[in-house]
C-alpha cells in the first residue's frame, strides 16, 4: 500500500511524458467522459451495497473520475488489520473489508488497490506532528490510548487512517468494457453476501 520509508523528490516532467501528455490533451474530454461512466456504472451497481462511491461536492466541485474509489460503512467492515507489510481480515456472512475485496479481485485476474496510505502513517513520517478532526493527533490516536482512534463525538478523529482502512480504488480504465465491469461489480458484491 505504497509504504515510503525514505524521503525522495521527482519534481521534473520528462521530455518524453511532457510529449504523453500533448499528444493525449485533445481526447481528455473524452476520456472524462469514459472515466465519469465508468464511476456511474459502479454507483449504480453498488447502490444496494453497505459502501460509498468517492464522494465529491457537486455544488462546488467537478471530479475528473481519475479513479473509482469505494469506501466501506463502518458497520459493514469484518474485523482487518493491516501491519507494514501484511494484512489479516476474519470473514463474516454480509460483511467484507478492503483485503478481501481486492484479494477476491485478484482470483480473477482483476486489479484493485488499496487507498494511498496517508503521509502520517508512513514510516518515514511515524514521528511528525499531523492534523485531526480535533485538532493535533500526534500522541492521540495510539494503540496505547484509550479511545485515542475516536472523536468526542464518537467518530473516527484521523479521517485519512479512516479511509485508508476502508477503502480501495477500483478498477476504472477506460478501455474496460461493460462487461469486464459487470463481472467486477458481481464479484465486489459477492464478497458482501457469502
Known amino acids: 500500500w505504497y509504504q515510503h520509508e525514505k524521503v525522495g523528490y521527482n519534481y521534473r516532467m520528462s521530455n518524453v511524458i511532457a510529449g504523453v501528455v500533448r499528444g493525449q490533451f485533445p481526447y481528455l474530454k473524452e476520456h472524462i467522459a469514459q472515466k465519469k461512466a465508468i ?3 459502479y454507483r449504480e451497481g453498488f447502490k444496494d451495497l453497505p459502501v460509498r462511491m468517492n464522494p465529491f461536492d457537486a455544488e462546488n466541485s467537478e471530479p475528473n473520475y481519475w479513479l473509482s474509489c469505494l469506501v466501506i460503512d463502518p458497520e459493514a467492515m469484518c474485523k482487518q488489520v493491516r501491519g507494514e507489510q501484511e494484512s489479516l481480515y476474519i470473514p463474516k456472512s454480509g460483511k467484507s473489508c478492503p483485503m478481501e475485496i481486492l484479494e477476491t479481485l485478484a482470483k480473477y485476474n482483476a486489479e484493485g488497490r488499496s487507498i494511498w496510505k496517508p503521509m502520517h ?6 514521528m511528525n506532528g499531523f492534523v485531526t478532526r480535533e485538532g493535533n493527533g ?6 496505547y490510548i484509550a479511545g485515542g482512534a475516536v472523536g468526542s463525538d464518537g467518530k473516527p ?4 487512517m479512516d479511509i485508508f482502512q476502508r477503502g480501495l480504488c477500483l478498477p476504472s ?3 474496460m468494457t461493460s462487461e469486464q465491469q459487470d463481472t467486477i461489480i458481481k464479484i465486489i458484491r459477492s464478497c ?3
Open 138 to 143: 500526534r500522541a492521540k490516536t495510539n494503540a
Open 192 to 194: 458482501f453476501n457469502d
Open 39 to 41: 464511476y456511474e456504472r
Open 157 to 160: 478523529l484521523d479521517v485519512g
Open 173 to 175: 480504465d477506460n478501455k
Open 121 to 126: 502513517m508512513q514510516p518515514i513520517f511515524r
